[in-house]
């Protein structure tokens, strides 16, 4: 159990004693928070808004497992998930898995505690858009410029001006720096020409040859679009 979830367990058994087991749900920007199991919940940008008690209070009872997916308004991006989310978590989805038996204790020491929200973050589209690809669209990966700075979409999608770098990193390992455009590959990551036939033969050979990276770099990113 991660300690976001932790914090979310122990303020759920401490809520239960005065009014039940509450998850709030909250939104910046314009997007909307939609649950995938089935179960009913969710909030959307009106009803957060309204303030509607399925978005500022969503109690809680019996097992709590929830799958919420952050969908962004039109001329908006989601960016990333604040609050407790559960380690299975990917870009774009917030899980939850707390058993029955949880939910029904409480801890009296913690009875002041407040269950933390779960927010989804969406700004607006800005700039150009371009893609990150590795033979497929590669979500969830951090990328700054001199302007901007996110997460790919689930297309793939960066926002940048025209004329800007662009940082591209997972985690604490950047992946490169390339002068934004309409695409972008592990070739443009790694500063390799794109190589065909024999050529690829050749660079396999040498150890040195950016084309070694290139193969790197995609198996890092497809590696990364599977798990999301």
């Known amino acids: 159990m991660n300690r976001r979830i932790a914090v979310f367990t122990i303020s759920c058994l401490a809520a239960l004693a005065l009014q ?18 089935g179960s009913g919940r969710g909030c959307s940008l009106e009803q957060y808004r309204a303030q509607a008690a399925s978005c500022i209070e969503n109690e809680v009872s019996g097992n709590y497992f929830v799958n919420y997916q952050a969908r ?7 960016v990333r998930w604040e609050g407790p989310c559960g380690q299975d978590s990917d870009f774009g989805h917030c899980r939850l898995q707390v058993p029955a038996d949880i939910v029904a204790q409480w801890d009296a020491s913690e009875e002041d505690a407040q269950a933390p929200a779960s ?18 669209p590669v979500a969830g990966v951090a990328y700054t410029t001199p302007t901007q700075a996110g997460v790919t979409g689930l297309d793939g999608s960066f926002q940048y001006t025209p004329g800007e770098r662009v940082r591209f990193a997972i985690g604490a390992t950047e992946l490169g720096e390339v002068a934004g455009g309409p695409t972008v590959t592990p070739f443009d990551l790694a500063g390799s020409p794109v190589l065909r036939g024999i050529r690829i033969a050749w ?17 890092l990113l497809q590696s990364l679009d599977r798990d999301g």
């Open 72 to 78: 962004p308004r039109p001329g908006w991006r989601f």
């Open 20 to 37: 039940g087991c509450r998850h709030p749900l909250a939104i910046v920007g314009e997007g909307d928070i939609v649950e995938l199991n």
């Open 119 to 136: 927010t989804a973050v969406f700004q607006p589209v800005s700039g150009e858009t371009g893609y990150l690809l590795a033979g497929t």
């Open 203 to 219: 660079a396999l050979r040498d150890e040195d040859d950016p084309f070694q990276r290139v193969i790197n770099l995609t198996v």
